[in-house]
């Protein structure tokens, strides 16, 4: 596929340079004299500018998009902890009900274990955290590490916990956290924020381009209800108005419940059957798409390509089977030990320092099916967690043998 987007960028841009070449002659910029006016015509030289503003459109792109497909290999913290941190806190994680909620938080008793802390898991429902919270508060929790849930719907017991020294840590939301101007205090970081969906919508608007050859007509399928996914679309919608002319963007908007449903795939379908010149769909996360490369099939539709952020196991095999094209990844995992970080060095009396820095979680994009299968033959993964050493990386930030 790269290959191929190389060739035609190439094919144009050598037209561009021989049209170019002869715009100086004669015979492409004629005048004519006309009840005494001069009239220009200038058509050629129109063509030339429009070629060549879409060639380095496309040359833009294809740079940083090489960038966006290089795995991390460490993680991107490097401020270690003034000592090793006290053992005995006591750290709850908040694990809501979605798919993602687990993967954020699988590594949580690997980490508690390392830092000598007692954990407790509390399962909520995202728009329902209070309880949750309150229950962590009466267990007596010292921490609390919550994703993808904004502070406002469990605000009597954040002002509680913090009223009692507790200090929160958030994941995928847009809160911002102390240490940032207007931040909330206590909430020690929020990792995966929008400065990160930013950053990662961004790469794969120059993969788009640069994959369409600055022709991508891509649709979005989004649940707004969470604001971190609204500024994933923001962001997405900006890139591509920024780095490609005569791309377009819209939005298919389902809910929890079509996802639940297994409206999705219907959803989609019928869209690209009233839009026929859309050629990208693009889902805000890896649980979104399932049923629906098996839907287009059916409703003969072969013109678009599927992509999407956050990839699990199922969006790698469609790429090795090439019923998707590309996905980014989304280091959930990680996100726990950077919030983990953040309790540690709060623990000490240390400044996070690098906490912007840990918040823009690190990505990358997987385009072809050998890498895809890579991963897959990596032991059955779901997502990817992130460096493969980073539990040793973080033990050495936190002094720990």
Not at 30 to 43: I, K, L, R, Y
Not at 138 to 151: E, F, H, K, L, R
């Amino acid at each position: 596929m790269r290959k191929s987007t190389i060739r035609v960028a190439a094919a144009v841009f050598a037209l561009g340079l021989f049209a170019a070449a002869c715009g100086s002659s004669d015979s492409d910029t004629t005048t004519e004299e006309t009840s005494g006016e001069v009239v220009v015509d200038d058509t050629n030289a129109v063509t030339e500018d429009t070629a060549g503003a879409a060639v380095d459109e496309v040359a833009a792109a294809k740079e940083a998009a090489a960038l966006a497909v290089t795995i991390p290999e460490n993680i991107a913290l490097t401020v270690a902890a003034s000592a090793t941190p006290p053992t005995g806190k006591k750290v709850a994680w908040i694990s809501c009900e979605l798919p993602s909620c687990p993967e954020v938080g699988e590594d949580w008793p690997l980490i508690a274990k390392t830092l000598g802390w007692e954990l407790k898991v509390i399962n909520v429902k995202s728009f329902e955290p209070a309880p949750g919270i309150q229950q962590a508060l009466d267990w007596g929790a010292n921490y609390i590490a919550i994703s993808g849930t904004p502070v406002a719907l469990y605000q009597a017991q954040f002002d509680a916990g913090l009223a009692k020294g507790v200090k929160f840590t958030s994941a995928y939301t847009t809160d911002a956290p102390q240490g940032v101007d207007g931040g909330i205090e206590g909430l020690l970081t929020t990792v995966g924020d929008a400065s990160y969906v930013e950053m990662a919508m961004k790469a794969f608007a120059s993969w788009i381009i640069a994959d369409s050859n600055a022709e991508a007509k891509v649709v979005m399928v989004n649940i707004r209800d969470f604001p971190v996914l609204v500024a994933a679309e923001n962001a997405q919608k900006a890139a591509l108005a920024a780095g490609c002319a005569k791309c377009t963007f819209d939005v298919i908007p389902v809910t929890i419940e079509d996802l639940g449903g297994g409206k999705v795939p219907q959803a989609v379908a019928s869209y690209l059957q009233e839009n026929t010149d859309v050629n990208y769909v693009l889902f805000a996360f890896g649980g979104l798409p399932t049923g629906v490369s098996a839907a287009l099939k059916t409703a003969g539709i072969t013109n678009v390509k599927l992509v999407g952020g956050d990839f699990s196991a199922p969006n790698l095999q469609e790429v090795v089977d090439g019923t998707n094209s590309a996905w980014t990844s989304n280091p959930k995992a990680e996100a726990s030990w950077i919030m983990a970080h953040a309790m540690v060095l709060d623990s000490l009396g240390d400044t996070y320092t690098e906490e912007r820095t840990g918040a823009a979680l690190q990505t990358f994009i997987v385009d072809t099916p050998e890498v895809a299968k890579s991963f897959l033959d990596g032991g059955g993964l779901q997502n990817w967690k992130g460096p493969k050493t980073q539990a040793d990386q973080f033990k050495a930030l936190w002094n720990i043998k």
